[in-house]
């Protein structure tokens, strides 16, 4: 079955820690993506990537980090600076070039607290 | 910039009636626009999306979506709704014309049908 897998679905981590959250695809989407999504504010980008190697920042990109390296892959990283860690991420890919009237395909997403 | 609207936050409705969830949005260009559904502690699910042509879009599991340019709204409904419908329904852009490739959700309505 093609599809997203997150991992973990959930993560506990102390506060000052970085955090790697897995994101894997075999639906040869070359669009990636990254979502935050917190009560009441609906999903906010973090990153996107249209094509390995290369990515850019979405709305709220500081204190995250990502990498490209390959196709089937887009980690996300939480770093130390970002205030607020604790919320559920999404990761998400959609078709070549981000074709317009491509829907995007999601993971179950892996849920985050920072204490 | 795009932008999505959302005005309810919840929606009731007993199970056998029909039911209407409300999206209106905001794009410089010619929007293509999306439907999306999530169930608790899960990814979001793709339901259906309006690029051109027929106003009246069906979707998955029954839905469906009346695109309304003059009013710039992207209502979800549904002719007879199910207990099992209850979720989280969110509304997205994309802006067409600008070259940019980011969706932009709205905030999200839960939906709640009681037996």
């Known amino acids: 079955d093609g599809g997203i897998t997150q991992s973990p679905k959930y993560l506990f981590r102390k506060e000052g820690q970085n955090v790697t959250l897995s994101c894997e695809q075999n639906l040869n989407h070359d669009a990636m993506y990254w979502y935050r999504q917190d009560p009441g504010q609906g999903l906010r980008l973090i990153y996107y990537s249209q094509i390995v190697n290369d990515f850019q920042k979405g709305d709220i990109a500081e204190g995250y980090s990502v990498s490209r390296e390959k196709k089937e892959s887009f980690p996300l990283t939480v770093t130390s600076a970002q205030k607020n860690p604790t919320a559920f991420y999404l990761c998400a890919s959609s078709m070549a070039g981000g074709a317009y009237n491509s829907p995007l395909h999601f993971g179950n997403g892996t849920r985050l607290t920072v204490t | 910039a795009q932008s999505v609207a959302q005005p309810e936050d919840q929606v009731n409705v007993a199970e056998g009636n029909p039911l209407t969830v409300k999206c209106t949005y905001s794009v410089s260009g010619n929007p293509y626009l999306f439907w999306y559904v999530q169930y608790p502690n899960r990814g979001l699910q793709f339901l259906l999306k309006y690029i051109t042509g027929d106003n009246l879009v069906k979707g998955s599991y029954g839905f469906e979506a009346e695109f309304n340019k003059s009013q710039t709204s992207f209502h979800l409904k549904k002719p007879s709704a199910l207990v099992s419908d209850s979720a989280l329904y969110f509304c997205?852009?994309?802006?067409?014309?600008?070259?940019?490739?980011?969706?932009?959700f709205g905030t999200g309505t839960r939906l709640l049908v009681s037996p």
């Open positions: 997205a852009v994309r802006d067409k014309d600008t070259g940019f490739q980011k969706l932009v």
